[in-house]
């Protein structure tokens, strides 16, 4: 690439990094912050968020040596690493949320701990034993020396999910109300009303008894003195006619159709993830 066209892609490059970095400090602090200080203290929150974030990027700084020598230094192939040992557990888990009426949190919540304990076994396992150079015998173990990260990927994710199928099987279901609109089968579409009328509330002040009472002698004393022009009798109040509120209901057929695209898209990708490994 030239010159111009590279500096603008490294300057692309750390603008997306930096982005993802703030983005993962902030959710850490706050689940930090959120789930674990506030249940014994809650003060000092917001301190305790920015000790927690200075905390996390010292580690990140502490961890830059040991980022260059995995995976021979290049950091595109350390992140699509790391992201097939931990990333492949949440998809599957949530795919089956989505799509399976029969997933429960039990089914859940072991598949993902199992899932995260095979990818951080290999991830350890990939700073143990870093790769060779060409030419050189690999000495490591045969799930490292013939199995790909992508390759390990799909493997994570199909036994991930395996194991949260059997686990939900073996458990109770989830109930018909906890499952409404959560998944792609439960959602209810409602129909709408043409029109919802709604009476408007008036703001005059209607007098009290004590009020009416210390008013009556000064209009009786008003009366006497000018009873050809006075009106005791209160005139009635013309009530406001009731605007008519148009339904919030929308046609679900736009919604279906971007979720479609999104599978499509989403096994375009995986397609091109498996076959380009």
């Given amino acids: 690439m030239p010159s111009g066209l590279r500096g603008l892609m490294i300057a692309v490059m750390m603008a997306a990094l930096m982005s993802s970095l703030t983005s993962i400090f902030n959710s850490s602090s706050t689940l930090f912050t959120i789930d674990i200080w506030k249940k014994y203290r809650e003060r000092e929150l917001l301190l305790v968020g920015r000790i927690v974030t200075v905390i996390l990027v010292v580690i990140s700084v502490v961890w830059i040596p040991i980022l260059q020598s995995a995976n021979s230094g ?14 492949p557990p949440v998809t599957a888990v949530f795919v089956l949320a989505v799509f399976w009426k029969r997933t429960n949190e039990s089914g859940a919540f072991w598949g993902l701990m199992v899932g995260l304990v095979i990818g951080l076994t290999r991830m350890i396992l990939e700073f143990i034993y870093p790769p060779p150079r060409c030419g050189v015998f690999d000495p490591r173990p045969s799930v490292l020396r013939s199995v790909h990260y992508l390759h390990f990927a799909i493997i994570l994710c199909a036994l991930t999910a395996g194991v949260a199928v059997v686990v939900s099987l073996l458990t109770e279901p989830p109930t018909e109300a ?100």
């Fill in 74 to 87: 290049q950091l595109f192939v350390y992140i699509q690493s790391v992201t097939s040992y931990l990333a």
């Fill in 178 to 277: 906890q499952m409404k609109n959560l998944t792609w089968w439960t959602l209810s579409v409602e129909k709408a009303t043409p029109e919802i009328q709604l009476q408007k509330v008036s703001t005059v002040n209607v007098p009290s008894e004590r009020s009416k009472n210390s008013l009556e002698p000064e209009a009786q004393d008003r009366c006497s003195l000018t009873s050809l022009f006075c009106n005791t009798q209160p005139q009635p109040e013309e009530t406001p006619k009731p605007r008519p509120v148009h339904s919030t209901y929308e046609n679900p057929f736009w919604s279906r159709f971007c979720c479609v695209n999104a599978i499509i898209l989403m096994c375009i990708n995986i397609f091109f993830y498996a076959y380009f490994a």
